[in-house]
């Protein structure tokens, strides 16, 4: 019994392990297509500004169709 509750917790790490980095990945991913977008002029540094503060860590860590999207 010991031993499937700690497999379930290594295999739950290992996860989500892998899921933050995905995270990781898409929020850099999402930084450099606004600086993109705003370098040749589709979106103001406001709109940019803006769109970087939805573009954290924790807010597609809770969204995963934005950390899927970017892939």
């Known amino acids: ?3 499937v ?3 379930v917790i290594v ?3 290992l996860l989500l ?3 933050s980095g995905r995270v990781q990945k898409a929020v850099a991913v999402t930084r ?3 600086q993109a977008r705003m370098i040749i002029g589709e979106i103001t540094q406001r709109q940019y500004e803006e769109a ?3 573009a954290s860590f924790g807010s597609m860590f809770w969204d995963p169709r934005a950390v ?3 892939d």
């Open 32 to 34: 450099v297509r606004l």
């Open 5 to 7: 509750v700690f497999s």
């Open 68 to 70: 899927l999207a970017v």
């Open 17 to 19: 392990f892998v899921y």
């Open 52 to 54: 970087i503060k939805k």
């Open 11 to 13: 295999i739950a790490g």
């Open 1 to 3: 019994m010991k031993r």
